[in-house]
């Protein structure tokens, strides 16, 4: 099979978490990522969008009671699909915000999910969503196409972290188990069908050693391969589809935010305690990551996911890019949502009694706007 690079989604719950990198595998243990204020020819100071101001859902937004969570999303032709982690159901919803039916359902059989549902990705005429068991292929109206797992050769059903579409197949980065496999460093693989996945990059940091502000592994579909890095370091590698490298697209633009002493101290007396039992070196952490994720729009100009402010990490999270002037600049979508990233489009969920609020946005990334695709509210 093939797909359409660059419809990468990024989804962001703003929740945080410590990450321990180790022979192990990587653990969610306690506090997270973040980035820094808005600056450029975007607005700056907390009262601007993008500020540290938390906002509520925008008055077009339209409720949609049959939708419980938004987990992930991606947009193809017109109609966005939405993995609904609480019903473990995928909605579709098209871009005048017509619900058009949901597909999926929780359970064993073909097209069934399991557990912890998500990410999604689209896959020539396929729609392809990843659970705790492995992939499940649906065509566009959420008929079940098809049921396999992942296979490589360094483990069984590896662990998921991010995934993609390419002319070549699937892109997605794995990681083994704990006890499962060889290669414990997370890897971008690529799988074409059934079979045995082929590994295309592996990341070459030390196992043995965990600085927090490294972040986490984070992978999306570039026009001319992907993109593969991890949210704290200076750069993010640009590949081709062989995993030859093609260039570094550096963030040294962002700001980065301070660690608070106190949650510094508490890291360092409870997780780095454990990873030390574990045999790993630790560091003390200085900066949050600059951003959460990212995905690739336009002609290949990557959009940035980052957390609100350093105090509301719970919070939700903002988009960012660099501006015309160097600096970052903050799209103007309010605060306290989930975001989902597809090419140009944005898809943002606020969370209510009644369902999710969800609100469509195509960005200008030339002028730093983001326009609602649909004002009726309902």
């Not at 540290?52 to 193809?76: C, I, K, Y």
């Not at 999926?104 to 549902?117: D, H, I, T």
Request: aromatic share 8%; with cysteine.
């Amino acid at each position: 099979m093939t797909g359409t690079p660059g419809h990468k989604s990024a989804r962001f719950p703003g929740r945080s978490g410590w990450w321990i990198a180790g022979a192990a595998g990587l653990a969610l243990l306690a506090c997270g990522p973040g980035d820094g204020p808005g600056e450029a020819d975007g607005s700056e100071g907390p009262d601007a969008p993008g500020g540290d101001a938390l906002q509520a859902a925008p008055p077009e937004g339209r409720l949609f009671p049959e939708v419980l969570s938004v987990h992930d999303a991606v947009l193809h032709d017109g109609v966005w699909f939405v993995v609904d982690m609480r019903e473990l159901r995928i909605h579709r919803i098209a871009a005048d915000g017509t619900h058009l039916g949901s597909f999926g359902g929780r359970g064993e059989g073909p097209g069934e999910l399991r557990r912890n549902a998500g990410p999604i990705a689209m896959l020539g005429d396929s729609v392809v969503v990843r659970d705790q068991w492995g992939l499940h292929l649906y065509d566009f109206e959420g008929a079940p196409v098809a049921d396999w797992r992942v296979e490589d050769d360094h483990c069984f059903a590896p662990s998921g972290v991010s995934m993609d579409s390419s002319p070549r197949g699937l892109l997605l980065v794995v990681h083994c188990r704990e006890g499962s496999g060889v290669e414990p460093r997370p890897r971008v693989v690529v799988a074409e069908g059934r079979g045995p996945a082929r590994s295309l990059v592996t990341d070459t940091a030390d196992v043995n050693e965990q600085r927090w502000d490294r972040g986490a592994p984070r992978m999306a579909a570039h026009p001319r391969g992907f993109v593969f890095g991890y949210t704290g370091d200076e750069c993010l590698g640009l590949f081709d589809l062989e995993g030859t490298p093609l260039e570094r697209i550096c963030h040294d633009w962002m700001d980065r935010v301070p660690v608070p002493e106190e949650d510094a101290d508490e890291y360092m007396r409870d997780v780095a305690a454990r990873a030390r039992s574990m045999g790993i070196r630790v560091h003390r952490p200085e900066f949050y990551p600059p951003f959460i994720d990212f995905f690739v729009a336009g002609e290949g100009e990557l959009v940035y996911v980052a957390r609100v402010s350093q105090e509301s990490p719970g919070r939700g999270v903002r988009l960012l890019t660099r501006g015309r002037s160097g600096g970052q600049t903050v799209f103007p979508i309010p605060e306290g949502a989930n975001l989902f990233g597809s090419r140009g489009s944005v898809l943002a969920a606020w969370e209510e009694l009644e369902g999710m609020r969800i609100q469509f946005y195509t960005l200008d990334l030339e002028r730093g706007l983001a326009v609602p695709f649909f004002t009726e509210r309902r």
